[in-house]
């Protein structure tokens, strides 16, 4: 699976950007590949922010985004998004996506066989 994400940019604070990430290789659409984004902030480990399960039925995220981030997948365009509403300056970091070969997701970077290459999210105050 490669892995290509898009769509960070600068955004003020209370603002929104909408991340993609287009899959290709394995059949994303088999629903046998769970995604998951991460984040990495500059001297910060990279971090678990949202995961989706390869049906699209199951969703988690972490605490700190829950009810500002929205995860969703396409099989049919073979494409995973984060659409980030209400943008804190903590939000800035490099986001990751991520997949992992069972259907499933996880919290750890471990737990996922591919990585797209990043993508930065700056939110100024």
């Known amino acids: 699976v490669q892995l290509q994400a898009s769509g960070g940019g600068l955004v003020q604070a209370g603002g929104s950007l909408g991340l993609s990430c287009v899959a290709s290789g394995r059949t994303f659409g088999s629903r046998t590949v769970g995604m998951g984004w991460f984040r990495q902030a500059p001297g910060k480990e990279r971090e678990f922010v949202s995961g989706i399960s390869g049906s699209g039925v199951r969703t988690d995220y972490a605490d700190s985004v829950k009810g500002r981030f929205t995860i969703s997948r396409d099989n049919a365009k073979n494409t995973v998004s984060l659409q980030m509403n209400s943008l804190k300056p903590e939000d800035t970091a490099v986001y990751y996506c991520?997949?992992?070969?069972?259907?499933?997701?996880?919290?750890?970077?471990?737990?996922?066989?591919?990585w797209g290459q990043g993508t930065q999210v700056t939110v100024s105050s």
């Open positions: 991520a997949a992992r070969r069972d259907g499933g997701y996880g919290y750890s970077v471990s737990a996922y066989d591919y």
